[in-house]
């Protein structure tokens, strides 16, 4: 299981092969102007399904057994985009495991000021 | 009158036999020849005699080319026309006069050649370099600095053992490559601090030359990584078509081993390394390190969500 106040630290992995995907897909080749994508495979990328990385999302449960009246979504983190099928790979808050989903909502709208908090949070770990 | 032939040259055969010196004893002349040689006065005509103990210049001579000779008590000076001083020489104990060389009439001690005075002059101001020496002779910005003639190029030993520094590393101006997978940059990030969620450290950082496509590949233990190239390889060359002509990396053992070397010289695919001690040569993969880490690093610092949620660091 993993320890919730490690968690940001151990999701490094997560932030690089996003950081990754992103960055391959939107540099523009020194002295062209074309991006490395289109280098690479020929064709312009395609960002539209961009989102920001470990914004708050909504995972629709559709896994798992549900009553009429149970909540219809887990809370979760997004992270990256799944490499092998159209999914997103988010964090599940209430699991505590990472999973790849299609259904999926990510909330990644400007947030507003959230106050300092960080006396309540405690020191860095 | 001298009997070193070797001073003279253009030495021809004299009508007169002997030479007759005060005490009545006779020497023969051997020939006749010029004085041109260096550290020695300029003359012509001069007597190859056989037995002479000291080399003498006839004065007459000298008057009879127009010169004129000025004897003083301490010395005597052969000029042309009372302008230009040409020979000097000093009187010695026993009454003779002797021939002073030219350089040592001009500067009287001079004990050191022109090359070490500047060597000298370069030690004496903190080993100063040759160009600065120059820009502050030029400009005369320094009283008491003798004039000297700085040629650049001589290197001081000890100035390179105190100075020396790193070679520095150029822009490239045009690509190296025309086609993807020519050459593969790689390099091994890690090992980080905490554990990735799947219990990762490390990552695998392949860089594309020409079209700067990256790939990373995460890995639990230094040793997975022949494994994970392999896989890549095969799949990239699957991908394209067409085999990667070169893989460049550094010289880390995880890179540098008998397996990788195999597998390499099996797929014909030349590995090269950059030189130890130098990632500045395996700089394209090294930048693009920097690169992938700055997203992470400014997402734990800065998103408000995960605050609120009590999970930051």
Redesign the interface.
Known sequence: M?H?????????????????H???RV?L?T?TSTT??E??KGRKPIVKYFHV????CYILSDRDYRRKMDPKSDEG?FLDYSTNSRAYRV?N?KTEI?MESINVVINDVP?EK?PD??S??GT?? | MTRVDKYLEDVRPYATNYVTFGDGVKGKIVGIGNLVKHGLPRLDDVLLVKGLTTNLISISQLCDLGLQVNFTKPECQISYEKREVLMRGTKSKDNCYLWVSREEAYISTCLLSKEEEIKLWHQRLGHLHLKGMKKALTSEAIRGLPDLKIVEGSICGECQIGKQTRMSHSRLEHQVTSKVLELLHMDLMGPMQVESIGGKRYVLVVVDDFSRFTWVNFIREKSDIFDVFKALCTQLQRQKDRGIVRIRSDHGTEFENARFDEYCSGKGIKHEFSSPITPQQNGVVERKNRTLQNLPESCFMLNTYLIVYGLKP
């Open positions: 993993l919730a106040e490690h968690l940001p630290y151990r999701l490094w992995a997560e932030a690089m092969k996003t950081s990754c992103i960055h391959n540099t080749r002295g490395l994508y280098l690479w990385f470990s914004s708050k983190i964090f808050s990472v947030k959230v908090v960080d309540d949070v860095p770990v």
